[in-house]
T-cell receptor, first 111, second 114 residues
Framework: DQQVKQNSPSLSVQEGRISILNCDYT??????FLWYKKYPAEGPTFLIS?????DKNEDGRFTVFLNKSAKHLSLHIVPSQPGDSAVYFC??????????FGTGTSLTVIP | DTEVTQTPKHLVMGMTNKKSLKCEQH?????MYWYKQKAKKPPELMFV???????INESVPSRFSPECPNSSLLNLHLHALQPEDSALYLC?????????????FGPGTRLLVL
């Protein structure tokens, strides 16, 4: 049973525009959420995280929003750059720090 | 420095071979993880070591044998693998295995079993 879902397998965005990647989860015990970026044949690279006590966390061009009542989080990238093209995984953990990953969204930023 | 290193980068092995994957981190992290990732799928947790002791084994077949010789090293010993075990094997580490710790991933070892 997939506890973390990314319903959009792919997304294409024009360079300079905003990319919005979405993630839904089912387990209300999750209290820590992360986004990872992954290039082919490489390990996931940590991007940004958010604790359940916050609803927004920002780091440069990357902002993560958390809506606990909707069990939904999103990653905003603005402005999008061609180097952002990669697969983005969201992950969630409970107090045991076991991570549950979504299925990934492949982002293509078109120059 | 948030680097986790893995060797080898690529490995091709037969079903009767014995090989080992190695993972190393020098960040002082006390939790280390092995994940398996198939193409276009999320990483799947295999094992968790916390303070050099195996704390989680996600029902992984015995042909995969983890080892944590010290706090900086994590090995995965492979024996009698099947072609369906071909995947990207990822190592990760975090400060502890506790509350809200970010995991940092290595680049992975791409394994092909023939």
């Amino acid at each position: 049973d997939q506890q973390v879902k990314q319903n959009s397998p792919s997304l294409s965005v024009q360079e300079g525009r905003i990319s919005i990647l979405n993630c839904d989860y089912t387990n209300s015990m999750f209290d820590y959420f992360l986004w990872y970026k992954k290039y082919p044949a490489e390990g996931p690279t940590f991007l940004i995280s958010i604790s359940s006590i916050k609803d927004k966390n920002e780091d440069g061009r990357f902002t993560v929003f958390l809506n606990k009542s909707a069990k939904h989080l999103s990653l905003h990238i603005v402005p999008s750059q061609p180097g952002d093209s990669a697969v983005y995984f969201c992950a969630a953990s409970d107090t045991g720090n076991q991570f549950y990953f979504g299925t990934g969204t492949s982002l293509t930023v078109i120059p | 420095d948030t680097e986790v290193t893995q060797t080898p980068k690529h490995l091709v092995m037969g079903m009767t071979n014995k090989k080992s994957l190695k993972c190393e981190q020098h960040m002082g992290h006390r939790a280390m993880y092995w994940y398996k990732q198939k193409a276009k799928k999320p990483p799947e947790l295999m094992f968790v070591y916390s303070y050099e002791k195996l704390s989680i084994n996600e029902s992984v077949p015995s042909r995969f044998s983890p080892e944590c010789p010290n706090s900086s090293l994590l090995n995965l010993h492979l024996h009698a693998l099947q072609p369906e075990d071909s995947a990207l094997y990822l190592c990760a580490s975090s400060k502890t295995s506790g509350f809200q710790e970010t995991q940092y991933f290595g680049p992975g070892t791409r394994l092909l079993v023939l």
